[in-house]
């Protein structure tokens, strides 16, 4: 029987956009350098683009079954890809990644019991935290080691009657010094160097933990503002479905125009929004809150999206006149 409301038809269609934001993922994830990185992603994107050409509504309930088992294979597969595109050098600076925004977090959540947190505020303050954390541990197990080397020196004193024992318990407090400085100083590179390894997953995380989330849109020479426009709506719409609030906001030189929400009566879920044209781009963007942000840049060849979760919590999309064209930019796509 041929149908397109079929509940067959439901799952083949929701299969294929997860495959399809699947695909994508892998896209953000291939090494150019790597040959068996670029095969293997081609393979996948030939093998969604040959599943697609085959959707073709109205169509039995058994095909529609045949597509769904084979988009599913294909979300597993490009899933395989993603886990195995993250190397071992990605995996220690994620565990750097994480121990930043933890203690980055947790500072600016003190910060904020007594003043508002701006993005500018965590920009500027954000980069001395982890150093900062670092230098307090080391200090506090440098005290700890000199107190246990003190008091079995005190307690086992006969036994350091010998120059030689003593000379020998004091190479190893040197030795435990010495590597601990070692140690930090190699924490500390991964530490402020992690940036470059946030992943689309990371930045996910501090998404679905914010109430609400902002987004630049950089007008200034770009041929497709309005296509920019449509993705920071398409975000908007995707945020709005998972209970957030988007506050965005549109640079076109040294102006900006800000659209915030705001609640209406003593309703908290009804939501209408103020726009504010003619602001100073420096104060406008100086206002943003702490909040995940979608920074919309045009470029005329689309690169694959930044993420950061340190310093700043941004997604930076870099795209074309094709790119923002879209019915859906990539972006807003695998928010769904």
Same mark, same amino acid.
């Given at each position: ?14 299969? #294929? !956009?997860?495959?399809? @934001? ?17 095969? $293997? ?10 599943? !697609? ?12 079954? *045949? ?9 597993? !597969?490009? @899933? ?13 600076? %994620?565990? %750097? ?7 980055? +977090? ?68 040197? %030795? ?13 590179? &991964? ?7 946030? $992943? ?7 998404? #679905? ?11 200034? %020479? ?9 993705? *920071? !709506? ?7 479905? =998972? ?7 549109? &640079? ?33 963007? @100086? ?7 979608? +920074? ?6 689309? =690169? ?23 019915? #859906? ?8």
């Amino acid at each position: 029987m041929i149908n397109n409301s079929t509940t067959a038809y439901k799952k083949a269609a929701e299969l #294929q !956009d997860q495959a399809g @934001d699947e695909i994508l993922k892998a896209q953000w994830r291939v090494n150019k350098l790597s040959t068996a990185s670029v095969t $293997s992603y081609n393979t996948l994107a030939d093998r969604k683009n040959k599943l !697609d050409a085959q959707f073709s509504p109205p169509m039995t309930t058994a095909q529609y079954s *045949a597509l769904s088992s084979s988009y599913a294979t294909l979300k597993s !597969d490009a @899933d395989t890809y993603i886990a195995a595109s993250s190397s071992a050098q990605e995996s220690v600076f %994620g565990v %750097g990644n994480v121990i930043s925004r933890a203690s980055v +977090d947790g500072a600016m959540a003190i910060v904020s019991s007594m003043t508002p947190v701006s993005f500018k505020t965590r920009q500027s303050l954000a980069k001395y935290v982890p150093p900062l954390v670092l230098a307090a541990v080391d200090l506090s197990l440098l005290a700890a080691a000199l107190l246990v080397f003190v008091g079995a020196f005190y307690y086992f004193r006969g036994f350091f009657r010998s120059k030689l024992v003593l000379s020998g318990w004091a190479l190893t407090m040197l %030795g435990f010094v010495f590597l601990l400085l070692v140690g930090s100083v190699g924490f500390y590179s &991964i530490v402020m160097s992690t940036e470059k390894f946030t $992943s689309f997953t990371d930045f996910m995380g501090t998404v #679905q933990g914010a109430d609400r989330v902002a987004v630049i849109v950089e007008e200034t %020479g770009s041929p497709a503002v309005t296509g920019m426009h449509a993705c *920071a !709506d398409q975000i908007e719409a995707q945020m709005k479905a =998972q209970g957030k609030a988007t506050l965005k906001y549109y &640079i076109n030189g040294n102006g900006c125009t800000s659209v915030l929400p705001r609640t209406v009566g003593n309703n908290s879920s009804a939501v209408a929004y103020d726009t504010k044209p003619g602001l100073i781009a420096a104060n406008c963007l @100086d206002s943003i809150p702490d909040v995940p942000i979608f +920074d919309l840049q045009y470029t005329q060849t689309t =690169q694959a999206p930044a993420f950061t979760t340190v310093v700043t919590k941004q997604a930076i999309v870099k795209g074309n006149e094709a790119y923002y064209g879209k019915k #859906q930019c990539d972006i807003a796509n695998v928010l769904g």
